[in-house]
């Protein structure tokens, strides 16, 4: 799991959580040295391989309700623990609704 927000909406997450099917239990993985991805909620999440995707959501930023629509993708691989920054869709006609 990456990233969410406390429920208030005042605190927003960047961190990456595993869960353990085998004693039900997560674990909060850690990275090494590199770009980080915004704190976002309400992103898109896909898995293929020792690699996750993240892509969008709403993060902080300059809007009128303190939330920015995001359009930029990552990846995340398991085993080197790094972030990859893909691209910013920055003519994204989007709207939080």
């Known amino acids: 799991m990456f990233g969410g927000d406390a429920g208030s909406g005042e605190s927003i997450f960047n961190d990456i959580h595993y869960f353990h099917f085998g004693n039900f239990s ?14 976002r909620f309400y992103c898109a999440f896909a898995t293929l391989g020792s690699k996750f995707y993240v892509y969008g959501g709403a993060g902080d930023g300059g809007a ?6 995001l359009s930029d993708l990552w990846s995340f ?4 623990a790094l972030f990859v920054f893909f691209f910013v869709n920055l003519g994204a006609d989007l709207a939080m609704n």
């Open 26 to 39: 997560w674990t909060n993985l850690s990275r090494n040295q590199g770009p980080t991805p915004p704190a």
């Open 77 to 80: 691989d398991l085993g080197a």
């Open 64 to 69: 009128a309700d303190g939330q920015s629509v």
